[in-house]
T-cell receptor
Framework: GAVVSQHPSWVICKSGTSVKIECRSL??????MFWYRQFPKQSLMLMAT?????????EQGVEKDKFLINHASLTLSTLTVTSAHPEDSSFYIC?????????FGPGTRLTVL | DQQVKQNSPSLSVQEGRISILNCDYT??????FLWYKKYPAEGPTFLIS?????DKNEDGRFTVFLNKSAKHLSLHIVPSQPGDSAVYFC????????????FGTGTRLQVTL
């Protein structure tokens, strides 16, 4: 089956720093990738839709300048959490579409101290 | 290693009948389970969840059953409606500090008239 990877799987950073999370489709090309955020025991929340070669589409309430998304190739999308703060600590997961099926990455747990 | 498995890639049910979607997991450390519904090119929508301390959770037409000894959960939809046609993902979660959301690959439900 299609595989989506994320790197890193977990990261701990200091408040005020920026963190970049990579999402890769390993064996297929994905023109669209999704970025989600999840707090423990809560629903997965769609943050943005990452479109290859164009600007990402952000969901309502998601700060574009805080969560920078770049989808520079058909196999890679990156999410950069800028000037991270403790409230940004969460579980971030990406997914990529192949033939109308969403394949999810394993997620990245971000902890901001 | 697929820790959460949805062995039926597709399911077709007549409107008004019961839809039963199954999910198996291999890791006994999972202690929280969720079902998501997803339409093509959209992010998944949270449906219902269940903690490992329970064996049943009901919300309207949706009921999730958990059999811990068999490491099996199922989602029942009754009565099924055409609008229920979508891809359904089950997902499992560790609720400890190393929590990680693991998804199944989905089952496409088609509710026919």
């Amino acid at each position: 089956g299609a595989v989506v990877s994320q790197h890193p799987s977990w990261v701990i950073c200091k408040s005020g720093t920026s963190v970049k999370i990579e999402c890769r489709s390993l064996d297929f090309q994905a023109t669209t990738m999704f970025w989600y955020r999840q707090f423990p025991k809560q629903s997965l929340m769609l943050m943005a839709t990452s479109n290859e070669g164009s600007k990402a589409t952000y969901e309502q309430g998601v700060e574009k300048d805080k969560f920078l998304i770049n989808h520079a190739s058909l196999t890679l999308s990156t999410l950069t959490v800028t000037s991270a703060h403790p409230e940004d600590s969460s579980f971030y997961i990406c997914s990529a579409t192949l033939e109308d099926t969403q394949y999810f990455g394993p997620g990245t747990r971000l902890t901001v101290l | 290693d697929q820790q959460v498995k949805q062995n039926s890639p597709s399911l077709s049910v007549q409107e008004g009948r019961i839809s039963i979607l199954n999910c198996d997991y291999t890791n006994s450390m999972f202690d929280y389970f969720l079902w998501y519904k997803k339409y093509p090119a959209e992010g998944p929508t949270f449906l219902i969840s269940i903690s490992s301390i329970k064996d049943k959770n009901e919300d309207g037409r949706f009921t999730v059953f958990l059999n811990k000894s068999a490491k099996h959960l199922s989602l029942h939809i009754v009565p099924s409606q055409p609008g229920d046609s979508a891809v359904y993902f089950c997902a499992a979660l560790f609720t400890g500090t190393a929590s990680k959301l693991t998804f199944g690959t989905g089952t496409r439900l088609q509710v026919t008239l």
